[in-house]
């Protein structure tokens, strides 16, 4: 293990009522991960495959039924959820930003439960719509329905770093942009983590946006861990689910360098 | 302009700041107090299915019972409670006019408020639910920062309805003895006079437009946070507010409060003695319009002073009872009895306003009918109307006792339509009043009563128990007691019963006063 993990999941188990007599239906099934200080991890899986619910529990927005969390350290049983959340940035699917606040409104939410006064925040504030490359003047007193989808995603970032979190958890942030955006914001993103030092844990099911941009990728299966690791190392795997995820990457990248030929060679 | 002209829309005009004032206090108050338990209600129930089921059944339940008879409910609950409190806590309440008619009201508003409060909450979207809890807010702020600002609309369009409700039902709660704009809709309805009945339902629905609209004005200031429209929204509510105070403070205190119930003849009475009390320099304000059941209530719980009741009323409905006696007997008991309660019986004005079966004279000649006896022979064919209460009242069953009567059809009717019934021969006979001036006008004739199947009627004047020892008092009523025949009733009657600026009860009392101070 290259550094001390921040987030540690070990043999954790999660079921939920299935409703209607179907039983309990299991969403997380002994799963052991460690997520390593400065490290930006993807996991990727389909719908059902329990990934949102892991990500969750590290925050919990759902608590575990079985095994252990750790976060920086400590038990997560043991920590105030409502301390806990507030100190782990978390980007909402499709921004999750409340639509009566204004985006500055909406970006001091956190500062504001923890008691920080109005003038750092008003600071902090500015600060962020600098980082997330909105405009001060043009942007920071309107509300989200007045913004495009990329502005709202933006602004969900800034809200998810106002309060100087170490982690940030991601909840397929990018999967409603469109593809320029998309990729503008995870370029962006990955320049933040890397700049202050984050650890982010981000969910998608898109194996290539996964690929452009995390250091190290888990892949889950029906609640299961099926595989951890590199891209490089993810290749390398022999489980067949693993090898028809990479698959897709792969063949974008072959007919994309046939179709796009690079000085004018053609 | 003929039309306003009429005297009769100044003098409307003249009772609006009492009448609004009291309509705004108690509608505002019972609004209020409504909030204060929906809201929290409400919110309590979000989450909780059985709770939200079982508090919005219970609301409709309460709306589905008629206005009247939700604000006539809450006056003998509460009387029977303040009795309760006075008797174990050692102080009392009264149970009449504001209190339960803000509670009804307050009752009556539940609805709207709870169910789009409800609904609204319910609304707000679950990934901005989750969105809360993920950047850290306890389920208070949650509640108060996101939840309660976005279900924001649906509420305040439920406030509105619940507003818009109280303030129209609120003029039902003059029966009851709050004073409100209903007051002129029951005295306009009894004494004919469509100018009080225009004037308060004009007044009441332009309040409600104009409180719909202030409640408007904020919800629009909240949504917008327009802290400006927000404000002016709310400074007009407050505005209102103590508009309606203003008059309330300086208002001389009266000393005697006179009541009166719902028919024409108890306005002109009130007048009457209202008029005798002013004129021994007595300060007199009215309260009408009050049931016939809160009448005798208010009296012994002190809320009003004095008024006029009729013997065979109390002996029926008061005391329950049901025997026959002859007319001194009753009157001997009632005193008695009254005295228990500390009701002072000062005496009788001179006339009877009893039940009795009242026939067209012409058609009573043809069949050779003079009294009930001689009717009872034709009954099977016959078809005959009183007023609501009549068919349900202990005299009704006396009289089929007495007579053995049975006719062939019973009808219900408004009184003021039931002599022009009987003039016209829609009904052949019908259950009037001795005292109405319609009777001679119609020329009916009414039926003896050989048998004295109905009790006694005499009006006569009570004073309430802390008036027990006002000599002031009993010498400026003392010169109306036995001068009121029954044919100077009748005429004074059929006088308030016109639709003019000579038929108001006050001017008829005078015109009633001058004929009996020079007789």
Known sequence: ???????????????????????????????????????????????????????????????????????????????????LRRRIGYVFQSGGLFPHLSVAGNIGITPKLLGWPADEIAARVDELVDLVRLDRAQHRDRLPHELSGGQRQRVGVARALAAKPRIVLMDEPF????????????????????????????????????ILLADRIAIMRGGRLLAQGTPAELSDSGDAYVGELLRTPRRQAERLGALLPRDGAA | MNLFADPRW????????????????????????????????AIAARNRRALRGALLGLASIVQTVPGLALLALFYPLLLALAAVSLSWFGFGFSAFGFLPAVLAL?????????????????????????????????????????????????????????????????????PIGQTSLGNYIFAGLQTQNWVFVLFGCLSAAVLALTVDQLLALIENGLRNRSRVRAMLGGAGIAVLVAATLVPAMTRSQTNYVIGAKTFAEQYVLSALM?????????????????????IFGALAANDIDLYVDYSGTLWANQFQRSDIRPRQEVLDELKTMLAKQNITLLGELGFENAYALVMPRKRAEQLGIRSIADLAPHAAGMSMAADYEFFSRPEWAGLKKAYGLSFRAQRQMQPDFMYAAAASGEVDVIAGYTSDGLIAKYDLVVLADPRHAIPPYDAMVLLAPKRVGDAALRAALQPLLGKIDIAVMREANLRASGNDATSSPDAVAKWLWEKIGTK
């Open chain 2, 10 to 41: 100044s003098e409307a005009l003249g009772h609006l700041p009492d009448y609004l004032g009291n309509h705004v206090r108690v509608s505002l108050t019972a609004l209020a107090l409504g909030l204060a338990v929906s809201l929290p209600l």
């Open chain 2, 274 to 294: 209202a008029q005798r009390l002013r004129a021994a320099g007595l300060s007199a304000s009215s309260r009408e319009g009050l049931g016939s059941n809160v």
């Open chain 1, 175 to 210: 999967g409603a942009l469109d593809p320029l955006t998309r990729d503008a914001l995870g370029d962006d993103y990955r320049e933040l983590h890397r700049r202050l030092g984050l650890t982010t844990v981000m969910i998608t099911h898109d194996m290539t946006e996964a």
């Open chain 1, 1 to 83: 293990m290259p550094a001390a993990s921040l987030i540690s999941y070990a043999h954790v188990g999660k079921t939920f009522d299935g409703g209607r007599g179907a039983g309990r239906v299991v969403a997380v099934d002994d799963v052991s991960l460690d997520v390593a200080e400065g490290e930006f991890l993807a996991v990727v899986g389909g719908s059902g495959s329990g990934k949102t619910t892991l990500l969750r529990l590290a925050n919990r927005l759902i608590d575990a039924e079985e095994g252990h969390i750790t976060v920086e350290g400590q038990d997560v049983r043991n920590l105030d959820p409502i301390g």
């Open chain 2, 106 to 174: 307050a009752l009556y508003s539940m609805l709207p408020v709870l169910r789009n409060t409800i609904t609204g909450l319910q609304g707000v979207d679950a990934a901005i639910l989750e969105a809360a809890q993920g950047v850290g807010m306890t389920p208070r702020q949650s509640l108060f920062t996101v939840e309660l600002p976005l279900a924001l609309p649906v509420m305040m369009a439920g406030i509105r309805t619940a507003a818009v409700w109280v303030i129209g039902t609120a003029t039902l709660s003059t």
